[in-house]
């Protein structure tokens, strides 16, 4: 179920800018044990929303392997969206008119701070499971670091301590896609759509994968000159991405991932930040992943000292998170029951 929170306290990001309120928009499945220990949080990813259940079928929901039968489950909208909390579309209350392309840069923490506000506000007290897959990863992992004594247990799937040089390059590649839309920072309803479109066919390409392009995407008839089937899908998901997200929000959320570094200002370098992780932690790596290779996720394990690392194989890449959750979920039951 939906639901809304408002806070009228400021709100202070981590580059010192105050929001004059936040809005957390979240979704609840089940009831939490009267002694609170049943709690699972999800933390999801870049254009993901707060229905869990919605968008990572096969692994949360009834009979899955995070159940509402057994768990209260909370996923809550991230900071900068535009799926209900506070982001570009939210109102500046100083102009009275939505933030639009003027919303200032929001970190990783601010979402995960935005988070803890929400846990206090529903009485949480214990997390028993935190989990994200990409950049709900990042999320987990400063919460795990942020509140060590609140998260019990880490699901990381497909992530990474810090956001790589080769995921800053491509984020850059699609903000320059929606920089070249002119109407990205205007008023517009739509605007920066064309520029949102570009900047998706450009991830999907980091999402998937040369196998599975070619063997759900090749065209059997070998004598077209044009409207190949490859182009029409690329067009296609970028359509749908513009028909349910804001080019303003992709812009944001992209630098916040390009900010993504477990060890920025504290003491000592990612393996010793990793080290100080002490929750036992389930890390999972998709073979086919060109987004965020399995060379970051076994880096994760190597260094958490209760952590557990599996890898599967996948021709979806590193939608393969997504795409694969039953198998996913049947190793995170057995890992769960084993913990």
Known sequence: MLHRFVS????ELENGTILPQLEIAYHTYGEQA???SNVV?????????????GWWPGLIGAGAAITPEKHFIVCANILGSCYGSTGPNSVNPATGKPWNSQFPL?????????????REHLQINTI???MGGSMGGYQAMEWALAEPAVIKKLFLAVTSAAESAWGIAIHEAQRMAIEADASWTTDQPA????????????????YRNYTAMVQQQSDEDSSKLDHFKAASYIRHQGDKLAARFTAQSYWILTKSMDSHNISRER????????????QPALVLGIT?????????????SASIPGASYIEIDSMYGHDGFLVEAKQIGEHLQNWLEKK
């Open 288 to 300: 086919s992943d060109l987004l965020c290779p399995t060379i970051e996720q076994r880096k994760i």
């Open 41 to 53: 949080w999800v933390c999801h990813a870049l254009t993901a929303n707060s229905d869990a259940a």
């Open 8 to 11: 009228t306290a400021p709100f």
């Open 34 to 36: 009267p002694d609170g």
């Open 128 to 130: 028993a499971l935190c």
């Open 106 to 118: 929001i970190t990783i923490r601010d979402m995960v701070k935005a988070h803890i506000l929400l």
């Open 267 to 278: 003491k000592g370098d990612i393996p010793a930040i990793l080290a100080t992780i002490q």
């Open 191 to 206: 605007a920066g759509s064309n520029g949102l479109k570009a900047a998706r066919a450009i991830g999907m390409l980091t």
